[in-house]
């Protein structure tokens, strides 16, 4: 679960702006069952977070930098590559690096994993555990001028001769020390803390954008028949017009592989099933999946998911995903985040999760997550639109935020906690008279029409 996110010299980010999902001890009482304990802490982590701004003001940013963070920290680059940060571009801000801080729970911990990077470099990073209000350094890593990289590693001491050879080394300065672990070394020789950050980068974050389909869903439902007949039971209950839904898995030949993928793509597959001794999935299309396992042999599979419509006699008619409406398919593709947190201590961060929705599924949506987490360590958060989800009897106040640009069009971040609201006050409403900002401002559209004569 995150605890907390910042960011400064990114994107819409000039300044450090910091997204909290820290439980106010203030509203204790309030919706209790949302909060979860923070690990050796007196302190809790709200399960649900949503942000709120108008259009450009910064929301999506927010995921953008959160996405960074998770390459940043997994994925190795190739020498003289640049890091890929995106700095504030309207401030002369391009020689000061871009910095981020993220506080999470995994594994019953608390741990603080951080950088500061410039266009080529990784200047600065550290990985701490945090227990009570005192930190417990795992490594620290620092970048010099030279681009020589050292790592101080009082919490790896011990682990191994490999993990102390890389902790000697270093690695490139372009790219993170827990991503030069990540490609660098086996599970086995990355020790507890190390393997437990990567896991939970890798598995425990899930990033859902605005158009970007669930991974391997394919895969997913046909590996997982209580969320197949969980997702078919809810499009049925909103009214989607789909009554269930259909998942054929069909074992191809290595030739008829070959007949739906290019020629390099089909190598860089194998490749990568071999690397990973497991296995690959690659989306085809709508509700189409390729499925490449590697056990003894290499196996192929086709995976086709399809939504079963009734006719008024009562027989069945299977659609293809792509005749499908654009809600339908947001609806389905979030499924796997609805059902995961019965099962899956996962963070769901969901950006425009309004984005062809009607309002009250959206409504209906968190309502139903929130009946349902108890128990589990899941976390769902949420940029939107969506106002009528501003509601006290469904949300706390710490767990509304808003983002809204000042004057130097920089992203600002801030709670509904920092306004003195009544418990009883109509919250959607004074959102949209503009009382808590985090609206657009539309000027004088009249004074548009009246220059082109639309207006006399």
């Known amino acids: 679960m995150i605890v907390s996110l910042s960011v400064s010299n990114f994107r819409s980010f000039l300044s450090e702006e910091t997204f909290s999902l820290a439980a106010s001890n203030r509203l204790a009482g309030s919706h209790d069952d949302h909060t979860v304990p923070i690990p050796n802490s007196d302190r809790k982590v709200l399960r649900v977070g949503v942000l709120y701004g108008a259009n450009g003001a910064g929301k999506s940013n927010l995921f953008k930098a959160l996405r960074y963070i998770r390459s940043v920290a997994l994925w190795g680059r190739e020498k003289a590559r640049s890091t890929n940060r995106e700095p504030f571009r309207l401030a002369e801000v391009s020689e000061t690096p871009s910095s981020f801080d993220l506080q999470f729970i995994a594994a019953d911990r608390l741990y603080r994993y951080g950088f500061k990077a410039d266009d080529f470099r990784i200047i600065e990073e550290w990985l701490v555990e945090v227990i009570g209000g005192r930190e417990k350094i795992i490594y620290e890593r620092v970048t010099d001028t030279d681009g020589q990289v050292t790592v101080d590693a009082p919490g790896l001491a011990g682990i191994g001769e490999k993990l102390s050879a890389l902790v000697t080394v270093g690695g490139p300065q372009n790219q993170s020390f827990l ?5 660098t070394l086996n599970k086995a020789d ?9 896991v939970w980068f890798r598995d425990g974050l899930e990033l859902i954008g605005p158009n970007t389909p ?3 869903l394919g895969s997913y439902l046909a590996e997982n028949p209580e969320c197949l007949d969980f997702a078919g039971a809810f499009l049925k209950s909103v009214s989607t017009g789909v009554d269930h839904l259909l998942v054929h898995k069909k074992e ?3 030739e008829e ?12 597959v194998l490749k990568d099933v071999e690397d990973d001794d497991s296995q690959t999935s690659i989306r085809l299309g709508d509700g189409n999946e390729l499925l490449i396992e590697r056990t003894d042999a290499n196996h192929f599979y086709r995976i086709t998911v399809r939504a079963a419509h009734q006719t008024g006699s009562g027989s069945i008619v299977p659609f293809e995903l792509k005749d499908e409406s654009d809600g ?5 593709n979030l499924m796997p985040a609805l059902h995961g947190i019965h099962s899956e201590a996962k963070v769901f961060f969901i950006d425009e999760i309004d984005r062809s ?5 959206v409504w209906e949506f968190i309502d139903f997550y929130l009946k349902t987490c108890g128990g589990s360590d899941a976390q769902i958060i949420i940029t939107t639109h969506e106002s009528s989800l501003l509601d006290l009897e469904l949300l706390r106040r710490d767990e509304i935020w808003f983002a809204e640009k000042d004057s130097t069009s920089a992203t600002k971040l801030y709670s509904l906690t920092d306004f003195n609201v009544r418990k ?5 409403k004074h959102y949209l008279s503009g009382r808590f900002g985090a609206v657009p401002f539309l000027g004088d559209i009249n004074r548009l029409l009246t220059d082109k004569g639309h207006i006399a």
Do not use: C, F, W
């Open 252 to 254: 191809i030949t290595e």
């Open 357 to 361: 929705l009607h309002p009250n599924l």
């Open 424 to 428: 009883d006050l109509e919250i959607r």
């Open 179 to 183: 991503a030069t672990v990540h490609v």
């Open 328 to 332: 339908t398919k947001r609806l389905l």
């Open 257 to 268: 592989l070959r007949s739906l993928l290019p020629d390099h793509m089909v190598a860089r």
């Open 190 to 198: 990355y020790g507890d803390h190390l393997s437990t950050v990567l």
């Open 214 to 216: 669930h991974r391997q």
